[in-house]
């Protein structure tokens, strides 16, 4: 159930009132929408890209709400807010594990809110649309059928070591935060367990046991096989 606020005046008292928008009514909306979950370093970005090209449909890769981050606030979206409230980015990178996942899983559900006004709106184009999303498994099950949904997963190890191989802007600048920690090795270290704990196998556990199609990504898996076995999934070939 998505949920807006608005205040009425009513004489001298306020009255509150949500306005609520059913699963059901978001679900017949995204009929078109095909997300992808899961790990990070699991091909997901990877996959609604050469999907949205394959099947001329929009691709909405990592982040694609952010247009609508001037909307937030920091009384409603404290942890996406995050950034204008923290004192430093040696903050930023010095959390504890527990503190960063908690950020993360934050941010998550603060951003469903943003995630579905962006495919609502893309809705109208009528159009596939492929998303890489972060959107909880609990409400994904809400709001798309089965089909349309597919949890992609890797080792940890991939997410953790791997995390500063990416030439991304974003990662290279948190790498050089950390290299101007006063004690760097430290810094890393601390950062790498805070990967790992959002990473962590009780994290992993939920999205396979989430009772969605998974695959997951091995010694093995090739681009090639991944998306064969999507499509499948998601009905895409028939």
């Known amino acids: ?8 005046e009513y004489g001298k008292r306020c009255v509150l009132v949500k306005l609520q ?12 929408m095909y997300f992808i979950n899961g790990t990070a370093y699991a091909g997901k970005s990877t996959m609604v890209r050469l999907l949205s090209e394959k099947y001329d ?25 995050y950034f204008e409230t923290m004192t430093s980015w040696q903050e930023f990178i010095g959390r504890t594990p527990e503190e960063y996942d908690a950020w993360i899983v934050g941010c998550a559900r603060e951003a469903t809110d943003l995630e579905i006004a962006k495919l609502i709106q893309l809705s ?23 089909h349309h949904i597919a949890i992609m997963l890797s080792p940890q190890s991939l997410s953790v070591e791997r ?15 950390i290299q101007k920690a006063q004690y760097p090795i430290k810094a890393m270290e601390n950062y790498k367990n805070c990967l790992a704990k959002v990473n962590s ?20 898996s090739t681009i090639s096989k991944a998306m064969a076995e999507i499509e499948k999934h998601f009905l895409l070939q028939i």
């Open 1 to 8: 159930m998505l949920c807006a606020k608005d205040m009425l």
């Open 21 to 32: 928008l059913e699963s059901n009514v978001i679900r017949h909306l995204l009929k078109n």
């Open 57 to 81: 449909g929009i691709q909405c890769g990592e982040n694609y709400h952010d247009e609508l981050m001037s909307a937030i606030d920091t009384k409603h979206q404290p942890n996406l807010s």
């Open 124 to 146: 109208a184009q009528d159009r596939k649309v492929f998303v890489d999303t972060n959107i909880p498994i609990s409400i994904l099950k809400e709001i798309a059928d089965y």
């Open 163 to 177: 995390f500063f191989d990416r030439e991304d802007e974003d990662k290279q600048f948190i790498y050089q935060q």
């Open 201 to 220: 196998l009780e994290h992993y556990k939920e999205y396979e046991e989430s009772g969605f199609y998974t695959y997951i990504r091995n010694e093995d």
